[in-house]
């Protein structure tokens, strides 16, 4: 840390200068700096994934397809019909799953609905060995698309 001394005055003694000096402050923040700009690409370094890109089919609505709802209060209906519980869905679904082609699953979830409702059906259509489950949803501009 350097410190200036004035000329001496008429008394002899030496005068102080009061100025901070900022020269080390300066130095030490540039140092932070570079430190910095080093490390922090180092730290966000993430694994290189190669993440799927979205895409939007329209609906082919085939009369083998099974559409599936989840409305708002977690009720679950085949068509129009509503499921009474997770087996009975199982074990229809089984039946679907052993048809040559297989039947593709679209579930319709309400937009307000808990995702633990469609999580269900999904399970369940994985224990009935369903390979193909897609998702019903509407663009803002309207029209039915199927996302994969």
């Known amino acids: 840390m350097g410190m200036n001394v004035g000329a001496a005055d008429d008394s002899g003694e030496d005068q102080l200068n009061n100025s901070i000096n900022t020269t080390p402050l300066v130095d030490v923040m540039l140092v932070l700096l570079i430190i910095f700009l080093i490390t922090i690409p180092v730290v966000t370094q993430t694994i290189k994934l190669e993440l799927p890109k979205e895409r939007n089919l329209p609906t082919q609505t085939k009369p083998e397809n099974i559409v599936i709802a989840v409305n708002r209060d977690g009720e679950v209906y085949w068509g129009l ?68």
Do not use: N, Y
């Open 81 to 148: 019909e509503r499921m009474p519980d997770p087996e009975a869905m199982v074990a229809r679904l089984k039946l679907e799953s052993v048809k040559e082609p297989q039947p593709e699953v679209h579930i319709r979830g309400d937009s307000e609905v808990r995702w633990e409702s469609v999580g269900r059906v999904i399970v369940a259509c994985q224990r009935a060995g369903i390979a193909k489950v897609g998702f019903i949803t509407e663009p803002p501009a309207g029209g039915a698309t199927r996302l994969k």
